[in-house]
């Protein structure tokens, strides 16, 4: 069984900063994309940020220039750090990986529980 299990929301200031974790356990033979969407009350989901395994990356325009994706292939684990944020940028923030648990298996899309992030002053 695979999970993801995200860190690192909470309330921010305008301007301010906060930087995400997502950590993937249980079986993995290989994981593919690793990325962050969001979803703000009334909104749909959007990808805000993907990387691939050899670490190419790319972001939805918004926040373009403030939020860097990064992983740890080692630990398995995902970061958002997020910058210079707005208030727009509030919403709930899942966790996505691309996971082949076997080298039997196809590849399959796994999410995490999400964490709050809003910003307010």
């Known amino acids: 069984q695979v999970q993801l299990v995200e860190s690192g929301g909470g309330l921010a200031q305008p301007g301010g900063s906060l930087r995400l974790s997502c950590a993937v356990s249980g079986r993995v033979f290989s994981i593919n994309s690793m990325n962050w969407y969001r979803q703000a009350p009334g909104k749909q989901r959007e990808l805000v940020a993907g990387i691939t395994s050899g670490g190419r990356s790319d972001y939805e325009d918004s926040v373009k220039g403030r939020f860097t994706i990064s992983r740890d292939n080692a630990k398995n684990t995902v970061y958002l750090q997020m910058n210079s944020l707005k208030p727009e940028d509030t919403a709930v923030y899942y966790c996505?990986?691309?996971?082949?648990?076997?080298?039997?298996?196809?590849?399959?899309?796994?999410w995490g529980q999400g964490t709050q992030v809003a910003v307010s002053s």
């Open positions: 996505n990986s691309v996971i082949r648990q076997r080298f039997t298996d196809g590849y399959s899309n796994y």
